[in-house]
């Protein structure tokens, strides 16, 4: 089993620092060294829990997750790889639907308090609501995923953790393969609803606009999910948003959408208009969820990772419950993109 | 809100009979008069539990699934009727992945108990293994999703409630449909690892070729997925599965596939090896998973009531929790055709 040397040796840091970080001297460290380490035990396996005082009996074996829908299969993968997290430290996940509603969002919170459950992973629609600021300070482990606190706040303002895939080099990346392959008239696709997370991809897609000298009519594009619970209607959104789309003079040639579901909707109903894809259109979801490859053509997209996100969350999650008095930190993971056949080859 | 009479009404039964399965006065009752009941208390939102003795205060308001994975769509599907059907009685619900694992199974249900929960729903390799059977002797109330006793096993021996589509039903609608378009060398496509639910699929399949008159080559083909948790693997089986199926001679012009993620999976082989769907070869599949209407041509499923099913597997969870003494019941949902396109129309 790996050891403390074996982490700092992954990490390439001193044996000091990976000591610091698990005895709750962290607070001169760079979140990026902090990270390494982070990143280090878990490719590791190492489990320093395991070395800690005994749990609090009463403390439950449970950590909560909060979702949009399950139904979404961005988050259905995100669970997955929770509860396999959560396993290995043998505990359970408690699963809440908050379809981006308020009311559930609170029930979620006052349900883990009555159960016990200390520590919880949120994929909340704002992470900076009254109601989880004061779930933190009553005592609740809160680690938020793809949701930041805005930069400029202190860090000493920062109450619960923070991990996310860096959503501005998503968005970034996803408009560069575009221009890198020859696309010029490109738009941003997305749900009306704005999220701290779909703002920043938008921030990431207008910078490789105005780097790359595109000039107009590059453009945001945004339709209304009907219910309050977007998520699980991207698809049929993505489909709706194609008589928008092709009502641009002149045509777009590439699009970014906000997510694979929204990006797989426009696909069917671009073919249903017969649009050729790539052919007169190209199209980067962002996301990367497994529907993505069996798509026709496949479609290109920009994968977080997820599974070193996952366990990360967990960790923090189940530290943070041993040790009260760590400061939360932010953790931001680099997208990579998966090339497939939705997007032109250049020259072509 | 209402009440017992209009759940009388609804089922056309006396409220004599409403309050007999209330109150635990049900032995004499017919499967199928209990089954009325019940749907028609779902179906008039009737929550007999609010008038119920206030739950036992050390008995924990959750709710345990197991499911083999939360990624395979079927069980994301199921997963989001369940915590809507939970959250109406103000349960949470603590989910497990069990990836057809024994371990993980027996796992799940010690931490249940040692959690305090007593009731769960479970979608399970095989119902009949001795830990589940142990599990509802030692007072788990247990609600089995789609994996039955077999026929012949005497009502008092059921030890857990059975919630199932009917799987025969299910396989002779997705064959007769085949038939009913003209279709004559059919095939059924399968993985390998027969639950009872597959089996019955089979068996209706089956069937429906006798029946039908339909002469060899009629025949169930099937694949090996590689890990023990296929379910996450069944797009990727299915298209394995087609160069099986285009060796065939003569070739096959219907399939019925287990479920939609094997058929979408046999589809994109198919297209891409240069087969009409459904010009030369007609599909169907059985699940109807969101994705299907979505797929191109769009997958003929054959759909289970799963927002039914869901609800009353709650309420079998919840009730039996407050009245340990009720016996279990068997509750078979027939399901429906969803025609789409990826059959041929009749005489072309």
Redesign the interface.
Known sequence: MANIRDVARKAGVSITSVSNLLNNRSHQMSGETRLRIEQAMGELGYHPLRNMPAQDKTQ???IGLLVP???N?SF??L??EI??AARAYRY??????SYRQEDEERAFID?MFS?GVRGIIVAASDIRKTYFVRAAERGMMIVSYDNRFPDGIAAEARIVDSVSMDNIAAGRLAAEHLISRGCRRIIFATEATLTLSRSHKIEGFLAAMRHGNIALPYRVIEGQANRECGD?EM?ELGQALVSQILAIDPRPDGIVAINDALG??MM?GL?AAGVAIPGEISLVGIDNI??SG?A?PALTSVMPPLAQMARLMVERVIRRMAQPGLPPGEYLFAPQLISRQSVRIAGH
């Open positions: 439950s074996p449970i829908s399950i139904v299969p259905s993968a669970a997955h509860d396999l359970r996940v408690l699963l809440g639907n349900d159960q699980a698809f797989i909707g069917v073919r497994s529907l069996l026709s």
